[in-house]
Nanobody
């Protein structure tokens, strides 16, 4: 069993900052990558940032130089530091874990998602 739980969302004014956290727990064999996605009302879910097991990072063009993704491997925790927030950053932010878990007697690699945390940027 694997649980993925996001936290840290909230209401912030334009130009403000938030720090999101994602904690993965359970019978985790290995994590290859973790990432943040977001979905605004009426829009498709999009990749915000991702980090691999080798600490390589990728960012959406819209958040480069404003957001920073990081991880604590020992705690299986992912972070997203969001600075200079804009109204267009308003969305539900989801944490994704790509890795291997134990399910019954099997090891299974797949994508595992949290329930999301709301970020609202408004004046």
């Amino acid at each position: 069993q694997v649980q993925v739980v996001e936290s840290g969302g909230g209401l912030v004014q334009p130009g403000g900052s938030l720090r999101l956290s994602c904690a993965a727990s359970g019978t985790i064999i290995n994590i290859y990558a973790m990432g943040w996605y977001r979905q605004a009302p009426g829009k498709q879910r999009e990749l915000v940032a991702a980090i691999t097991s080798g600490s390589n990072t990728n960012y959406a063009d819209s958040v480069k130089d404003r957001f920073t993704i990081s991880r604590d491997n020992a705690k299986n925790t992912l972070y997203l530091q969001m600075n200079s927030l804009k109204p267009e950053d308003t969305a539900v932010y989801y944490c994704n874990v790509n890795g291997v878990i134990r399910l019954g007697g099997d090891w299974r690699r797949g994508d595992y998602w949290g329930q999301g945390t709301q970020v609202t940027v408004s004046s």
